[in-house]
């Protein structure tokens, strides 16, 4: 291994697609004394909205005074990102700090199992390092990929198992229908080895998804909870503002304001607000921390003038989601300038299938781009060629940079969507302008 002799390079690498065992991670944590043992988990699983539900949950447990730790992928500009306590992310002399130990047990496993863990792996070894070290009282742990042979999956049984929406993705890695993907998502739950019942709760879903989570925890001896849908929302500029009734319908949480932006947040919000409850948080820190929340390329609004929304959309859901937004916030649409990127293992046809119907493409542009240094993202023109199969005209550009100057130029409102490994190199451009 070369991370410490090299840190900077492999910290803030790209993450190629996760190997989905459980052997490896299994084999480096005993090397480093299995520091998951000595940590309380709130397990997040699901397609879209876990980024979100980990942030909801982690200022919820802050702001009700327990030490929080947080793990979340992928990174948009530094590997740090993935790791933080209280909202504050783990410096680069921690990280590597944790990385020189996790080295050395990385050079058993090779002798011991012939192979390497995963960046992945070690980054997630790392973690459950750092957050022993900081004596955290509870861990926001979002699965990579996955749920039952993702490297996350090698902790104790959780205080709650949290699954978002589920929708077909990665179907190469995950299985070809929601019934498989569902399965392995639920691979999370656990059955309590103390014979008390565990905890899983999950926003509403499709009835394939939900009879699939609820016989699974009727095997696990979990709990099924099923977070009540958000009301009277109303939108107060990009926020969200929604009163939440628990499942038990003893407690009604009125006017919690979304401090993450986006249509759809108030189901991740009810949903990180439900767990919160049932593991008896205070309402007024439920309230509070929702309220306080960032998720970066989340429907992010970047800049008020010009008006840049970045909005990581990169399957069909997502972009559904996106329109949505869209259609809340935008009630007299003139147009915009889209710059959209992609990996090229993504249904990217799906997705501009969507935003074709919606209608938003009208007085629009949109302008295709590829990430950087990344060998599973499509190339400009692969974009264009899959946009005009869905009767969608895109302009190829060789980089982010000029294809954002021209997007000024329209003097529309510009978005940023497909990808969330662009965000780096927009954050690169809009330093350099």
Request: hydrophobic share 40%.
């Amino acid at each position: 291994m070369t991370q410490s002799s090299d840190f900077s390079r492999f910290a803030n690498s790209f993450q190629a697609i996760a190997r989905l065992r459980l052997e490896s991670i299994e084999c480096l944590l005993n090397h480093l004394g299995n520091p998951q043992n000595d940590l309380k988990f709130v397990h997040i699983a699901g397609t879209n909205g876990k980024g979100s539900v980990c942030s909801f949950l982690q200022c919820i447990f802050t702001d009700a005074g327990l030490k929080t730790g947080k793990y979340t992928s992928p990174n948009l500009i530094s590997v740090c990102e993935r790791i933080s306590v209280d909202g504050v992310l783990i410096t680069d002399t921690q990280l590597e700090s944790a990385l020189k130990i996790v080295e050395k047990a990385v050079e058993s496993v090779i002798q011991e199992l012939g192979d390497s863990p995963t960046q992945f792996e070690i980054w997630t070894a790392a973690a459950f390092l750092f957050f022993k070290e900081q004596k955290c009282d509870i861990v926001v742990l979002e699965t990579g990929l996955g749920g039952a042979q993702d490297a996350t999956n090698i902790i104790p049984p959780p205080l709650a198992s949290v699954i978002t929406r589920i929708d077909l993705d990665h179907t190469e890695y995950l299985g070809d229908t929601i019934e498989k993907i569902a399965a392995e998502k639920a691979g999370i739950i656990k059955a309590p080895t103390d014979g008390t019942a565990g905890l899983c709760i999950t926003a509403w879903q499709s009835s394939e998804v939900l009879s699939v989570l609820s016989s699974v925890c009727r095997e696990k001896n979990n709990t099924f909870i099923i977070s009540n849908t958000p009301k009277n929302c109303v939108s107060d500029g990009f926020s969200e503002v929604f009163d939440y009734t628990t499942s038990d319908k003893k407690t009604d949480i009125n006017k919690i304001r979304c401090g993450i932006s986006g249509f759809y947040q108030p189901e991740n919000a009810g949903l990180a607000a439900e767990c919160a409850y049932q593991l008896r948080i205070p309402v007024e820190y439920i309230r509070s921390g929702i309220k306080r929340a960032k998720n970066p390329a989340r429907f992010e609004v970047v800049s008020q003038n010009p008006l840049v929304i970045y909005d990581g959309a990169h399957n069909k859901n997502g972009m559904s989601a996106l329109v949505s937004c869209l259609e809340r916030y935008f009630a007299d649409w003139q147009g915009a300038t889209f710059i959209t990127a992609f990996m090229g293992d993504k249904d990217i046809r799906s997705a501009f299938e969507v935003l074709q119907t919606s209608g938003f493409l009208k007085k629009s542009k949109v302008f295709a781009v590829s990430v950087k240094d990344n060998p599973r993202a499509a190339t400009p023109e692969k974009v264009c060629e899959i946009a005009a199969a869905a009767n969608i005209s895109a302009i190829p550009y060789k980089t982010l940079a000029q294809a954002y100057l021209d997007a000024l130029k329209e003097k529309k409102p510009i978005i940023l969507c497909g990808s969330l490994y662009l965000y780096k190199d927009f954050d690169e451009v809009l330093k350099n302008i």
